[in-house]
T-cell receptor
Framework: GNSVTQMEGPVTLSEEAFLTINCTYT??????LFWYVQYPGEGLQLLLK?????DKGSNKGFEATYRKETTSFHLEKGSVQVSDSAVYFC???????????FGAGTRLFVKA | DTGVSQDPRHKITKRGQNVTFRCDPI?????LYWYRQTLGQGPEFLTY????????KSRLLSDRFSAERPKGSFSTLEIQRTEQGDSAMYLC???????????FGPGTRLTVT
């Protein structure tokens, strides 16, 4: 079945640093890909998505490009803020299309 | 639209007791999902409904777990004879028929002592 693998954390950065969180997927075909974010004490929120190869999803300064050649969907942000401290999950629909398969999550700490 | 809500937010119970959680999805969403999340892990799929029909159940969902969505609106997840290994965050999500985007509730944190 479909699966996603993301880099382990935690990732600790200083404010205004560049962020990359790696995510690769294994799937039959080309499923939609998502990044979700979970702030402390809150539920998961959809951060961005891409529905086909070469699509770029973007939101709140975060970007991720769906690259079928490398089966990757890395999350990037040019200048992180303290408020970006959260856990980030890469995700994709499971086989059959309805449930969502999540990576293990990457915790980001941003220091002032 | 107030989003997905879950009740209670926290539940502490003793081993062997039964617990029931409720999820109210976004009103126009036909699909409703339950996930379990343990510390340091991503959410794991448990089951999902389309309207009132339960269409898929994970092998993670033992016989002690049962979920219902009787009128195609809110859903309940019951765990019978709780075990310490059931301690986790139980997340509910909903989605429209079109697309795969899921909207999550805040979760119910279960602690079994």
């Amino acid at each position: 079945g479909n699966s996603v693998t993301q880099m382990e954390g935690p990732v600790t950065l200083s404010e205004e640093a560049f962020l990359t969180i790696n995510c690769t997927y294994t799937a039959t075909g080309y499923p939609s890909l998502f990044w979700y974010v979970q702030y402390p004490g809150e539920g998961l929120q959809l951060l961005l998505k891409a529905t086909k190869a070469d699509d770029k999803g973007s939101n709140k300064g975060f970007e991720a490009t769906y690259r079928k050649e490398t089966t990757s969907f890395h999350l990037e942000k040019g200048s992180v803020q303290v408020s970006d401290s959260a856990v980030y999950f890469c995700a994709s629909p499971g086989t059959g299309g309805f449930k969502t398969i999540f990576g293990a999550g990457t915790r980001l700490f941003v220091k002032a | 639209d107030t989003g997905v809500s879950q009740d209670p937010r926290h539940k502490i119970t003793k081993r062997g007791q039964n617990v029931t959680f409720r999820c109210d999805p976004i009103s126009e969403h036909n699909r409703l999902y339950w996930y379990r999340q343990t510390l340091g892990q991503g959410p794991e799929f448990l089951t999902y409904f389309q309207n009132e029909a339960q269409l898929e159940k994970s092998r993670l969902l033992s016989d002690r777990f049962s979920a219902e969505r009787p009128k195609g609106s809110f859903s309940t997840l019951e765990i019978q004879r709780t075990e310490q290994g059931d301690s986790a965050m139980y997340l509910c999500a909903s989605s429209a028929l079109q697309g795969y985007e899921q909207y999550f509730g805040p979760g119910t944190r279960l602690t079994v002592t």
